[in-house]
């Protein structure tokens, strides 16, 4: 079968950096996502890794290792406004994305 | 630009009642999906179409039903709810295969 795994909830604070891990094991592999979503609201794109490495935009940065099935999404200089739900997704063989079940990240001032 | 539309945002609906979730987008993507958030589960899709005249089953199709009349549009219809079917739906749609995805603000529906 598919599977996303993350972590359920973190929490950090303000200022810190925040590293949310996502591990899948999925028939095929074309490209990982991640997406935040904010309570209440639909989800919306962050990141997306297809080759080995970091990607970098801003605060938030996506790293890949597609031989052990692994992906972190890297957040600094945490503000309040991050405080959200972190949903990792992998896009199968099929080109349908895999979701995991999110994280819900909570910044402490 | 408005992206992508969802109607109703939120319902309350009688078991066993039918009912259409509205889905529509302005960006001419070719591909949509549906799907449902509950707690504690990721999103899990119902029915996707990767282009207008083209629909096919998601983890969860079972009580759906889809079309794809026009590029613009993918309903949603449910023909006989049951309270299992209380859950958030959302509407998603992409262009090309490794592009995002955009997603409409989501219809809360309860069955009761």
């Known amino acids: 079968g598919q599977n996303i795994d993350q972590p359920t909830e973190m929490t950090a604070t303000e200022g810190a950096i925040v590293q949310i891990n996502c591990t899948y094991q999925?028939?095929?592999?074309?490209?990982l996502f991640w997406y935040q979503q904010h309570a209440g609201e639909a989800p919306t794109f962050l990141s997306y890794?297809?080759l080995d490495g970091l990607e970098e935009k801003g605060r938030f940065s996506s790293f890949l290792s597609r031989s052990k099935g692994y992906s972190y999404l890297l957040l600094k200089e945490l503000q309040m406004k991050d405080s959200a739900s972190y949903l990792c997704a992998v896009r199968d063989h099929n080109y349908q994305l895999i979701w995991g079940a999110g994280t819900k990240l909570i910044i402490k001032p | 630009t408005a992206g992508i539309t969802q109607a109703p945002t939120s319902q309350i609906l009688a078991a066993g009642r039918s009912m259409t979730l509205r889905c529509t987008q302005d960006m001419r993507h070719n591909a949509m999906y549906w799907y449902r958030q509950d707690l504690g589960l990721g999103l899990r899709l119902i029915h996707y179409s990767n282009t207008a005249g083209t629909t096919g089953k998601g983890e969860v199709p079972d009580g759906y039903s889809v079309s794809r009349a026009n590029t613009d549009d993918f309903p949603l219809t449910l023909a006989s709810a049951v309270p299992s079917q209380t859950s958030v739906y959302f509407c998603a749609s992409s262009d090309l295969e490794n592009t995002e995805a955009f997603f409409g603000q989501g219809t809360r529906l309860t069955v009761v």
């Open positions: 999925t028939s095929g592999f074309n490209g």
């Open positions: 890794n297809v």
